[in-house]
């Protein structure tokens, strides 16, 4: 059973800098496809990054530029580097690895 667990999230001043960890267990997958999104209170679910089989990574609008995503297939770790935070980037944060999902980890802008 696939198993993903955030860690990370907090409180950061706009401009600030946080970064993101989510760690894949149980996965018997040869390749990997992850990413991150995010859903802001009342709002629906966003995708913020994706990486797919290939490795080709993919931005959301919102975040590109700011945000890197990178990841780690040996450790099976994917990470997040947010950059340059506005108080729009308030969100819980999820990983997703081939459809699991994990937890949540929550980041708030705030000055």
């Known amino acids: 059973q696939v198993q993903l667990v955030e860690s990370g999230g907090g409180l950061v001043p706009p401009g600030g800098s946080l970064g993101l960890s989510c760690v894949v267990s149980?996965?018997?997958?040869?390749?990997?496809?992850w990413g991150w999104y995010r859903q802001a209170p009342g709002k629906q679910r966003e995708m913020v990054s994706i990486?797919?089989?290939?490795?080709?990574?993919k931005y959301g609008d919102s975040v590109r530029g700011r945000f890197t995503v990178s990841s780690d297939a040996a450790k099976k770790i994917l990470y997040l580097q947010m950059n340059n935070l506005k108080p729009e980037d308030t969100a819980v944060y999820y990983c997703?690895?081939?459809?699991?999902w994990g937890q949540g980890t929550q980041v708030t802008v705030s000055s």
């Open positions: 997703n690895y081939w459809g699991n």
């Open positions: 149980g996965s018997e997958f040869t390749r990997d496809v």
């Open positions: 990486i797919n089989s290939r490795g080709d990574i």
